[in-house]
């Protein structure tokens, strides 16, 4: 797969190569590994397009990137040059020192780049964003309609309106969410848990500090809202959750602003879903002020274990990818929400904007938060089956984490 | 053979055993010995779209200077065998010295990721290679009494769960056996339970994959069986014909036995497949109700941070677990063996 997606990326560099744009890249190599969504397939082609005969520029665009973006980062050369990243995955490269600061190419090549895109760690620049994102409500305008509710802004007016739409026997269960055991399931977790003002860790170290209050009560809701999903949601990432949405049978649903834009674009999907679909803002929970989501930034980074030559082509490369101009290309502008300069919101960008005006805390950039988003992910379904309490969950998870971070040398 | 000619002839096998075999095991028991160094931590600002915030980062040139001066990392001996992720020796402990009842003890095992996992999988193992080797030997002997028209047809129709991928072959499953898909919706139909649902209930799940691992592993058992069949003695099948012995009787007096050393050798290999079973666990996304050692160890290296130590650890109990569970037919094959020589 791996092989053959590179295979099929060079032989695309090689046919876009003859008749393409002009990037100021004298010589080079380029390779680019990241995740593959519309947005960063736009960036990729927009990478793509300075290949030359004389600078050699490939993607493998993949959702395993984050399994293979540090293992193809560690060597010397390194495999790739960049590595396309978001707020949670550029962690495992900057702990293990892949990635080079780019404060000097800033200053000699990316003059047109707006200062909020420039991410520094520590004052130095280490990636540059080019979109956010954040998980919000998308609904079926038409089923609220229907059953008289105003659109929720809190998951306790989501319970109520789902309990409306059951009674009303429109659907039995209303609610999708990404619940998916695993990487899913800890993600909604920790939405939730943001929302009811939990803290991760105790201030300022690796301790984990998730059996609270907060916890338990984070828990619980994310258990009633379960009781309104399909019953095989520990099963439904988002790819399953917007196949049940399109076939009509979900019309609340927690969704990334990066897949709602073109959620109803499928073929075969009931014209009343189309007609009724409808995108809102994160909620609140539990009468807090923070919405019960996080906020992303996408971006991309140089790796630290290649010549300075190949660092200046990626640099520009990559530049290319995000220059302004590809906005103008068709659809390139609802495929995300661009930090990109000259940027003008669409309809479908309306639950992200909404993220970031209300609050919303970024998804924390922390170390050892890999390791704690892992063990959440691993423990919490056996609460969610009713196996156990949300305190004895709560415990496991610290206990995995802690065992975790101490074999890691984040807790002694 | 000569001592010399078979020094020269075994030796590119002994080499390729080296370094694909052996070299890889003494890796991975050294990384599951080491940890990596203690995280020089330091508060920075963090600066990005969404604002600045003071947060918590790795000092990369102190950790690099520890790494530096020992680049195995810090040496931990068996500690992680002995953690939570592993063996739990100190929660198990616990958990007898606080029991309640035997029960409740079993109940605190299965919270612990080693012991949840070993709890699936050994179920898995001893349910699904029993009733593979049955149905396997069942289909060779149903096709080898066919006639010879239509048993090419038959070996290639039974020989395909083989030849599709494991996981191609978990995910056609696994969609048949949704709620909406058409065997979930039979089941709901037959049982009168539209809220049935096989991926829900850890039971229906843990069914669902036996069938699965039987359905997938048949075809192997039944290839080795049907090559087998082909070399049974006919004047031994005649006589016993002749003494008035029954379909029955020919294959238990008759069959077995004859076929019995390559059922040993089936045995051998699916306990060993089985209990590395991972796929289906994957192709099912079953990880909410069973899990299994092989799951483990791709879960640690999943994740954003990589855990090395923790999964190699896992894979040198994979390897233990699994020669303990091939000891008694590895003794037996050895007492047959001494006892024809």
């Known amino acids: 797969m791996f092989l053959k997606n590179t295979v099929a990326a060079i032989a695309l560099t090689v046919a876009a190569g003859t008749a393409m744009a002009d990037c100021g890249i004298s010589e080079g190599r380029v390779s680019i590994v990241g995740n593959e969504f519309p947005a960063i397939q736009t960036v990729g082609a927009g990478a793509m397009a300075c290949a030359t005969d004389s600078v050699e520029v490939s993607t493998n665009l993949t959702a395993d990137h984050q399994t293979i973006n540090l293992p193809g980062m560690q060597g010397n050369p390194a495999e790739y040059t960049s590595a396309i990243v978001a707020n949670s995955s550029i962690v495992a490269l900057m702990n293990e020192d892949v990635i080079r600061p780019l404060d000097d190419l800033i200053a000699a090549h990316g003059q047109d780049l707006k200062p909020n895109q420039i991410v520094t760690i520590n004052g130095q620049a280490m990636a540059i964003a080019f979109m956010a994102n954040a998980q919000h409500l998308v609904y079926r305008s038409d089923v609220l309609e229907e059953v008289g509710v105003e659109v929720p802004t809190t998951y306790e007016e989501m319970l109520a309106a789902a309990e409306a739409i059951r009674a009303a026997g429109i659907m039995e269960n209303p609610i999708g969410g990404p619940y998916a055991a695993g990487w899913n399931l800890a993600q909604e977790f920790n939405n939730m848990f943001l929302g009811y003002g939990g803290q991760h860790f ?109 660092a200046e082509a990626t ?86 984490y802690t065992a975790a971070a101490k074999e890691n040398g984040f807790l002694q | 053979m000569k001592h010399k000619t078979f020094f020269w002839f075994f030796l590119p096998t002994a080499m390729a055993m080296l370094i694909f075999i052996a070299a890889p095991l003494v890796s991975v028991i050294m990384q599951s010995l080491f940890l990596p160094h203690e995280a020089v931590l330091i508060q920075v600002e963090n600066c990005g779209p969404f604002g600045c915030t003071q947060q918590t980062s790795i000092d990369q040139e102190a950790t690099q200077a520890l790494r530096d001066a020992a680049p195995m990392g810090r040496f931990a001996g068996l500690e992680v065998y002995f953690d ?35 709890a699936f999988t050994l179920t898995y193992t001893f349910t699904v290679t029993p009733l593979l080797i049955a149905l396997g030997f069942f289909i060779a002997v149903g096709v080898n009494s066919v006639t010879r028209q239509i048993r090419g047809f038959l ?17 056609i499953l696994f969609w048949m056996i949704d709620a ?43 290839v080795v069986f049907y090559a087998g069949l082909q070399t ?108 024809k020589a």
């Not at chain 2, 049935?196 to 843990?206: G, V």
Request: charged share 15%; glycine share 8%.
């Open chain 2, 84 to 118: 939570r992720g592993h063996l739990a020796t100190a929660e198990v402990a616990e958990a007898w010295r606080t029991r309640e009842s035997l029960g409740a003890f079993f109940g605190e095992l299965g919270n612990l990721p080693f012991y949840r996992a070993m």
């Open chain 2, 155 to 171: 070996i290639f129709f039974s020989l395909l769960p083989m030849i599709v991928t494991p996981l191609v072959g978990s995910l």
């Open chain 2, 232 to 339: 049974v003695p006919q004047d031994t099948l005649e006589s016993a014909q002749i003494d008035g012995a029954t379909r029955w009787q020919q294959i238990r007096y008759v069959l077995v036995p004859h076929l019995m050393p390559l059922i040993t050798f089936v045995a051998l290999i699916q306990l060993m497949d089985n209990f590395r079973v991972f796929e289906p666990i994957i192709g099912f996304s079953a990880q909410a109700h069973a899990t299994s050692l092989s799951w483990i160890i791709f879960n640690d290296l999943g994740g954003e941070t990589r855990q090395l130590s923790a999964a190699a650890t896992t894979s040198v109990l994979t390897v233990l677990c699994v020669a303990i569970l091939l000891t008694p037919v590895l003794v037996r094959t050895w007492r047959d063996f001494k006892g």
């Open chain 1, 202 to 310: 105790e201030a300022g170290t690796a301790v984990p500090n998730v059996n609270s209050e907060a916890g338990i009560k984070a828990l619980e809701m994310m258990k009633a809202l379960s009781e309104y999903m399909n019953p095989d949601y520990l099963t439904h990432d988002s790819n399953g959750t917007s196949a049940e949405f399109r076939a009509g049978n979900m019309a609340l649903m927690h969704m990334w602003g990066s897949r709602a834009a073109v959620l109803t674009d499928a073929e075969g999907v009931p014209q009343e879903v189309i007609d009724g679909f409808a995108i809102a803002g994160p909620m609140t929970v539990g009468g807090g002020d923070t919405p019960a989501s996080t906020l992303w930034w996408d971006g991309w980074t140089v790796a630290k274990n290649i010549s300075d030559a190949d």
């Open chain 2, 180 to 222: 909406r898909g058409i065997l979930g919706n039979l089941l709901q139909y037959l049982a009168n339970d539209p809220d049935l649902s096989l991926k829900a209930s850890t039971p229906l799940m843990w069914i669902s994959l036996i069938v699965y691992g039987i359905w997938s592993s048949a075809p192997f058992a039944f």
């Open chain 1, 315 to 400: 640099f520009k490369a990559m530049m290319n990818g995000i220059d302004p101009t590809i906005l103008s290309q068709d659809g390139v502008s609802t495929q995300a929400v661009w930090l990109i300069d000259g940027y003008e919101p669409t309809d479908a960008a309306v639950g992200v904007f909404e993220a970031a005006n209300s609050g919303t805390a970024p998804y924390p950039m922390l170390p050892y938060m890999g390791l704690m988003h892992t063990a959440l992910g691993a423990e919490l379904t056996d609460f969610m089956q009713g196996n156990e309490s949300a305190e004895q969950a709560l415990a496991d998870v610290e206990a995995a």
